[in-house]
Nanobody, 119 residues
Framework: EMQLMESGGGLVQPGGSLRLSCVASGFSLTSVYMFWVRQAPGKGLELISSISSDSEDTYYDRSVKGRFAVSRDNAKNTVYLQMNSLKPEDTAVYFC????????????RGQGTQVTVSS
C-alpha cells in the first residue's frame, strides 16, 4: 500500500522556521513528482509547492515564494519543505501528495501535520 507520512509541524512564532518531512512507504519516490498542499481553517486545499523527480523543476505559489523551499532525498524516500519567515496566514494543516488530478485532488495524500504560527 502506498503511504505518505508528514512530520515536523508545530507551534512557531511569526518570523520563525520549520522543516517538514514527508516519508513515502510502499513505493519508491525515485520517479514520482511530489506536491505540498495545505488547508487553512475554514478554507479549501491549496497547492503551495511541487518538485520533479530529479529536483530540476520546482513550483511555489506566490504566497510562499521566496520563503519556502522544497527538496527531496530519493535515497531516503523523503521530501522536505523548509519554511522560513513564517506568517500567521501560513497556519494550516500541511500535506504531501502524489498523482495530482487537480490542485485539490490527489491520488495519494498523507494524514497531514499541523503548523500554527502565532505569538
Amino acid at each position: 500500500e502506498m503511504q505518505l507520512m508528514e512530520s515536523g509541524g508545530g507551534l512557531v512564532q511569526p518570523g520563525g522556521s520549520l522543516r517538514l518531512s514527508c516519508v513515502a512507504s510502499g513505493f519508491s519516490l525515485t520517479s514520482v513528482y511530489m506536491f505540498w498542499v495545505r488547508q487553512a481553517p475554514g478554507k479549501g486545499l491549496e497547492l503551495i509547492s511541487s518538485i520533479s523527480s530529479d529536483s530540476e523543476d520546482t513550483y511555489y505559489d506566490r504566497s510562499v515564494k521566496g520563503r519556502f523551499a522544497v527538496s527531496r532525498d530519493n535515497a531516503k524516500n523523503t521530501v522536505y519543505l523548509q519554511m522560513n519567515s513564517l506568517k500567521p496566514e501560513d497556519t494550516a494543516v500541511y500535506f504531501c501528495a502524489r498523482d495530482r488530478v487537480s490542485d485539490t485532488i490527489y491520488g495519494v495524500r498523507g494524514q497531514g501535520t499541523q503548523v500554527t504560527v502565532s505569538s
